[in-house]
């Protein structure tokens, strides 16, 4: 079955300084990975995907993430974060065919980022 | 517009009394699911559904049915609440099994007492 780590539960930061979200996960078979961001009392949002091709990902609001398959990660990345950025950030994978866990997304536990003025 | 859409997006109720949280899509997706979201747990999985009458279940079914009687529909049914059901609730719909797209409703916060 497939499973996904965030490393950090939270990540402080101060206004216009980088910053990593990191993610790994576990997989028999190829998978589809995911950054959603939650906005205080607000549903998710897809920040950027990973399908296939380029392993480097352009999303939204600047975001980036690397697709790492021989180490099983894949990072989240923001050059200079504003006050803004601060929600939880969520990492997902889903399976190909032939998966135990085809047919679901299946969530990391989660990372708040808070991003201090 | 492509939306999910979940009523209500707050409920309180009480221990034992039976509730059904309805989710609609118009996007004529197949792939539908349910999970709830508990801090320092991310999204957990409840039940997901490849199809009309086709339903299976996720990471945390205990506690809780589903239904696909139609395709834009899955209303999430639970017969008898307790408090450990107290979380926040999404409904996600999409194209595909291996799920390259979902779209999620906006949430229900339900609240057992």
């Known amino acids: 079955a497939q499973s996904v780590t965030q490393l950090d539960s939270q990540v402080p930061v101060f206004e216009e300084a980088p910053v990593e979200l990191r993610c790994n996960y576990s997989s028999s078979v190829s998978v589809y990975l995911f950054w959603y961001v939650q906005y205080p009392n607000q549903g998710l949002q897809l920040l950027l995907k990973y399908l296939s091709g380029s392993t480097l990902v352009k999303g939204i609001n600047g975001f980036e993430a690397e697709f790492n398959k021989s180490q099983t990660s894949f990072h989240l990345r923001k050059p200079s974060v504003h006050i803004s950025d601060t929600a939880e950030y969520f990492c997902?994978?889903?399976?190909?065919?032939?998966?135990?866990?085809?047919?679901?997304?299946?969530f990391g536990q989660g990372t708040i980022l808070t991003v201090h003025p | 517009e492509a939306q999910v859409t979940q009523n209500p997006r707050y409920l309180i109720t009480v221990t034992g009394k039976k509730l059904t949280v309805t989710c609609s899509q118009n996007?004529?997706?197949?792939?539908m699911s349910w999970y709830r979201q508990d801090p320092g747990l991310g999204l957990r999985q409840i039940y997901y559904s490849m199809n009309v009458e086709v339903t299976d279940k996720g990471d945390v079914p205990e506690g809780y049915k589903v239904s696909r009687k139609e395709k834009r529909n899955f209303p999430l049914i639970l017969e008898s609440p307790s408090p450990n059901q107290t979380s926040l609730y999404f409904c996600?719909?999409?194209?595909?099994?291996?799920?390259?797209?979902?779209?999620f409703g906006q949430g229900t916060r339900l609240t057992v007492v």
């Open positions: 996007m004529n997706h197949e792939y």
């Open positions: 996600a719909s999409s194209l595909d099994p291996e799920i390259t797209e979902a779209f």
């Open positions: 997902a994978v889903s399976e190909s065919a032939g998966g135990t866990s085809y047919g679901k997304l299946t």
